[in-house]
């Protein structure tokens, strides 16, 4: 079956830094991704969808000049959390659509801002 | 715009035993409906969905989902149970635009 990755799958980092997430589909070729924050017994929330070649869209709420999403390549979108601050700890979750629709997913990735 | 209720948030189930996982959903258009699972430490799996035809869907380990438009539901089940089947359930709903909305998860955890 289709595989995304995500990497790194754990990190911490200080506050006021910037982290960089990498998601990857492996073995298809995705125009599209999502992204994804899930917090500690609470639901997915969709924050934004990453199209190849062009700007991504953010969901109502979700700060894009914080959130900044980069989808380079058909197998690659980045997310960088700029200035993290503690409220930005968080399970971050990719997913990249195949060419059927449906949506394959990533391990996640939990950020630790201290 | 869609959302999802998961009615209930942790299962205890005994293995062999049946197991019901509800959920609700409201949308004002016609949407499509997703069960996915996901096992510790990894991403999410889809483990059945809805999109037309049977309102009756099944997966290939045993689960399978109705959906009931007069409800408004899509909830999960299983007649016997292993411990395998232990994970986080997450029922989803997308109106077509392959955005997807999430109901809260339930735990389903299964003891010998």
């Known amino acids: 079956g289709a595989v995304v990755s995500q990497h790194p799958s754990w990190v911490i980092c200080k506050s006021g830094t910037s982290v960089k997430i990498e998601c990857r589909s492996l073995?298809?070729?995705?125009?599209?991704m999502f992204w994804y924050r899930q917090f500690p017994k609470q639901s997915l929330m969709l924050m934004a969808t990453?199209?190849?070649?062009?700007?991504?869209?953010?969901e109502q709420g979700v700060e894009k000049d914080k959130f900044l999403i980069n989808h380079a390549s058909l197998t690659l979108s980045t997310l960088t959390v700029t200035s993290a601050h503690p409220e930005d700890s968080s399970f971050y979750i990719c997913?990249?659509?195949?060419?059927?629709?449906?949506?394959?997913f990533g391990p996640g990735t939990r950020l630790t801002v201290t | 715009a869609q959302s999802v209720t998961q009615l209930d948030s942790q299962v205890p189930v005994f293995e062999e035993a049946p197991v019901e996982l509800r959920c609700n959903y409201s949308?004002?258009?016609?949407?499509?409906l997703f069960w996915y699972v996901q096992y510790p430490n990894q991403g999410l799996q889809l483990l059945l969905k809805?999109?037309?035809?049977?309102?009756l869907v099944e997966s290939i380990n045993g689960f399978e989902a109705e959906f009931n438009k007069s409800q408004t539901s899509f909830h999960l089940r299983k007649p016997s149970v292993h411990i395998s089947d232990t994970a986080e359930y997450f029922c989803?709903?997308?109106?077509?635009?392959?955005?997807?909305?999430f109901g809260a998860g339930t735990t389903v955890t299964v003891r010998a």
């Open positions: 073995d298809f070729q995705a125009t599209t």
């Open positions: 949308s004002s258009v016609s949407v499509y």
């Open positions: 990453s199209n190849e070649g062009s700007k991504a869209t953010y």
């Open positions: 989803a709903v997308s109106a077509g635009d392959y955005k997807l909305s």
């Open positions: 997913s990249a659509r195949g060419t059927s629709g449906e949506q394959y």
């Open positions: 809805y999109l037309s035809g049977s309102t």
